[in-house]
């Protein structure tokens, strides 16, 4: 009988070492990527049904469109005002308590609006959508700057980012049909009711790396060697202690003060400009512009809004790929954005074409062009200082936004002036040439920032 092979006490940790090696890297971050696709996706469900409603909403209330671009454009109000507030919050408490917050109360006032009588009402909860809003992105970027090593990160913000256009892109022929059959008011009790599901789905699910039950050594070796902040992120959630941030007000001003913050904040500025035009106004200029019928509507909507989910996985994949390959954060996170800032300003060419079928081909290379350059988080992740990510997002994201302000109001103004999209589109197409100049002079490189007292 063969006996069992003996070792040396020496030779205990050779063989320690040789199961390490050989143990399978687990892939917990994928799911919880998942979870941050799902709840990007009501995110935008939840900001953007208003658009889908509004061609109906605005007959039955009385709305004019520089009273509905006002609509469109007070979301953006306050969730511009509480972007610094929210990464403040989120640099204190943590992602999950962040999210679930945010999640709830955003769908509590969706499912809200469905209930109004008035303008009075709408205003109102479009004001608290924006306040419940405001932590979701630097949330996802802090997720991901915890949970994917650099190399990974553009992936995995395009992959969360698909879910702003993937939604509305399935969805909104059965929301189309469901306001046919059982009015606007419907469209806010579904996904209202929606989003308060999902956001205890987060609560029960979602983890720090070093806690989640699903991630092995291997994988969070692999991250915190690719610059993920799994050791920072624990302490900090630990403690729960504001001065592990270092944060002070002046301290704004002085990551203001780097042309990488500042030239991203403007490039997304006009990137948003774009998307902000199609998750409000882009039914009512098919339903008033195009003339088209409400089913028409809904299967042409489709379009554009897939066209823009591959645009933003291939910006994504195509960013990482040029990273793997030696490119320098420079050419690999710029040159996608660039590229599609410029390709989004030939949405001005709809205005020169009869066909239907071209207008939604032409819509749909410039829906895809601003997907390509939604990487714009990936840059912050690679920028921010250490311990002030929710601080650098939130800044990023208030002057984001402020497309948010700008662009439905521009476009309510404009169409009620002249009874046509054709200025609001020259408009669009030229802030995202704007935006295209901003990457190329202005951002410099892509490093992160050492702020010195």
């Not at 509305?168 to 059965?174: D, G, M, Q, R």
């Amino acid at each position: 009988m063969p006996q069992p092979i003996q070792t040396s006490p020496a030779d205990a940790p050779l063989q320690k070492d040789v199961t390490v090696s050989t143990t399978r890297r687990s892939k917990a971050r994928y799911q919880i990527l998942a979870l941050l696709a799902v709840g990007t996706m009501i995110n935008y469900l939840d900001r953007t049904v208003l658009g889908i409603a509004a061609p109906q909403l605005t007959k039955e209330l009385g709305i004019n469109a520089a009273l509905m671009g006002l609509l469109f454009s007070v979301f953006s109000w306050s969730y511009v005002a509480a972007q610094i507030p929210g990464g403040l919050f989120l640099d204190r408490f943590g992602s999950k308590l962040t999210y679930f917050l945010s999640m709830t109360f955003w769908s509590l006032c969706t499912l809200a609006q469905g209930l109004v009588h008035g303008v009075g009402g709408l205003f109102a909860f479009r004001l608290g959508l924006g306040v419940s809003e405001a932590p979701c992105f630097p949330t996802n970027s802090r997720v991901v700057a915890t949970w994917f090593p650099q190399s990974e990160r553009a992936m995995a913000t395009g992959t969360y980012t698909v879910g702003e256009y993937i939604g509305l892109a399935f969805f909104s022929p059965f929301l189309f049909m469901l306001m046919g059959a059982f009015g606007w008011r419907s469209l806010f009790y579904v996904v209202g009711g929606a989003g308060i599901v999902f956001g205890v789905i987060w609560w029960m699910f979602y983890r720090e790396p070093r806690d989640h039950p699903s991630a092995n050594q291997q994988e969070l070796d692999y991250i915190e060697a690719g610059g993920g902040l799994t050791h920072r992120k624990k302490a900090a959630d630990a403690t729960h202690a504001p001065a592990k941030t270092g944060f002070e007000w002046r301290t704004i001003g002085r990551l203001l003060k780097h042309r990488q913050l500042t030239g991203i904040c403007l490039g997304q500025f006009a990137g948003n400009s774009t998307l902000v035009f199609f998750l409000t106004w882009f039914p009512t200029y098919l339903a008033t512009e195009r003339h088209m019928a409400w089913l028409k509507i809904g299967f042409f909507a489709i379009m554009p809004f897939i066209a823009a989910s591959i645009g933003v996985m291939f910006g994504g994949f195509f960013s990482d790929w040029l990273l793997r390959r030696g490119k320098s954060p420079n050419v690999a996170r710029k040159l996608p954005i660039i590229a599609g800032l410029l390709l989004a300003s030939t949405i001005i060419l709809a205005n020169y074409v009869e066909s239907n079928v071209v207008v939604i081909a032409i819509l749909s290379v410039a829906f895809f062009a601003q997907g390509m350059a939604a990487l714009g988080w990936t840059l912050v992740s690679d920028i921010a200082p250490d311990g002030l990510l929710g601080v650098t997002g939130g800044i990023f994201n208030f002057a984001a936004n402020l497309a948010g302000i700008v662009t439905p109001l521009v476009v309510g103004f404009i169409v009620a002036a002249t009874g046509s999209f054709v200025g609001a589109l020259v408009f669009i197409g030229a802030i995202a040439l704007i935006g295209a100049l901003s990457y190329i002079f202005i951002v410099g490189d892509i490093k992160r920032i050492v702020l010195v007292d």
